[in-house]
């Protein structure tokens, strides 16, 4: 079965899974696209010799469309995956799954009421190689008790609209899947300590922000997340446990020595970095709709991850105080 993808959303990431899934996935082709930029779907639609529908709602509802990718603004996110559930439809929603707790549980509900899952999560780091090795290496035992997680998410810059709340629903949401991954434990609080302002942000941006949590059985997590770092795409995770540690590091892309230099080159931006993270996601994803199943994070996940975010951000508005999380029960559906 060839599997016909709409697409909302053809920004950055939405024409970036496009050109994947056209040219690279196998069992997928792009069916359609949409986007409030008409001109933007235009352009992507003609390069990827797919429709354009004149709505999310109409794509969503399409008989030529058997699978939807949601990479639109988060703010839109849990209306058009509440849709394609309406509709019966598989659906991968780009992070976040919501950007209210509230909405993200309207989509979990939605969800249980259907009775079988149809939402996939695009939380990709769970995809990733050298996550996937770290993840393995806890779970095989050899670092012990897992006691602490330190996390380095460093983006070169971020556009003027970025603002210090979405240090916390675009970026470090994924540190907050992560987490949870890695030890296997909800979120219990999460506390963040702004340092010295880089002068290189805009004056409304804490930039760098330093993000610490605590899960159920005490683990400590942080993340030092830093929006203009200027010298590249850096994403490191270290798990310190009562054995050992296990650690992710940058993929090496080239190694130059020169002149009584040794200089290595590291991702521009996480279009590279996660490049094969996305292919695999996008991949996994596919061969899953293919044979009736929803594969990867879940709308349990989506809902999990915003409701830690949305406490983050009253975090920022309160640096230094912890800020406890607690959320429903896991429904058996996602168990
Ligand atoms: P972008 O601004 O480049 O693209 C967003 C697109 O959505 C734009 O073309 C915009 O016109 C369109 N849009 C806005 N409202 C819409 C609506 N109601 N219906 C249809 N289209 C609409 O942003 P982006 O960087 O591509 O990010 C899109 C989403 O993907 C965000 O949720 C972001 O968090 C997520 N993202 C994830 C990763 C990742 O690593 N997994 C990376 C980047 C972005
Ligand atoms: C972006 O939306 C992403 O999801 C990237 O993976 C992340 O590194 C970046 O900070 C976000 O803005």
Request: glycine share 8%.
């Amino acid at each position: 079965m060839t599997v016909r993808v709409g697409i909302i959303g053809t920004g950055l990431i939405g024409t970036d899974h496009g050109q994947k899934l056209a040219r690279q996935i196998a069992g997928a082709t792009v069916a359609g696209v949409t986007d409030v930029n008409r001109a933007r779907a235009e352009e992507v639609a003609a390069e990827l010799g797919a429709a354009v529908f004149d709505s999310a709602e109409a794509l969503i509802a399409s008989p030529d469309v058997d699978a939807v990718l949601i990479a639109s603004v988060g703010p839109t996110h849990a209306e058009y995956a509440l849709a394609c559930i309406a509709a019966g439809k598989h659906v991968l929603c780009e992070k976040p799954l919501a950007t209210t707790t509230a909405d993200a549980l309207r989509v979990v509900e939605a969800e249980v009421a259907h009775g079988r899952r149809l939402v996939a999560v695009g939380f990709m780091r769970r995809l990733d190689a050298g996550y996937g090795q770290v993840k393995a290496a806890i779970d095989a035992g050899d670092v012990g008790e897992v006691l602490m997680v330190h996390n380095v998410h460093r983006n070169p810059t971020v556009p003027e609209s970025y603002t210090s709340f979405m240090t916390m629903t675009d970026s470090v949401i994924h540190e907050v899947d992560t987490i949870r991954w890695l030890t296997g434990e909800e979120i219990t609080s999460i506390q963040v300590l702004p340092p010295k302002r880089t002068p290189r942000a805009y004056p409304h941006l804490q930039d760098p922000q330093f993000v610490a949590f605590t899960t159920e059985s005490g683990i400590l997590a942080t993340v030092d997340f830093f929006a203009n770092a200027q010298y590249g795409y850096d994403v490191r995770c270290e798990v310190v446990g009562s054995e050992g540690t296990a650690s992710l590091v940058n993929p090496t892309l080239s190694t130059t020595v020169l002149a009584g230099m040794d200089t290595t080159e590291i991702p521009p931006d996480w279009r590279v970095r996660f490049g094969a993270a996305y292919h695999a996601e996008l991949q996994a994803w596919v061969d899953g709709v293919a044979r009736g199943e929803a594969v990867g994070p879940s709308a349990w996940d989506g809902y999990a991850a915003t409701l830690v975010t949305e406490r983050g951000v009253e975090a920022v508005r309160t640096p230094g105080q912890p800020v406890a999380v607690a959320g429903i029960e896991k429904p058996p559906l996602y168990r």
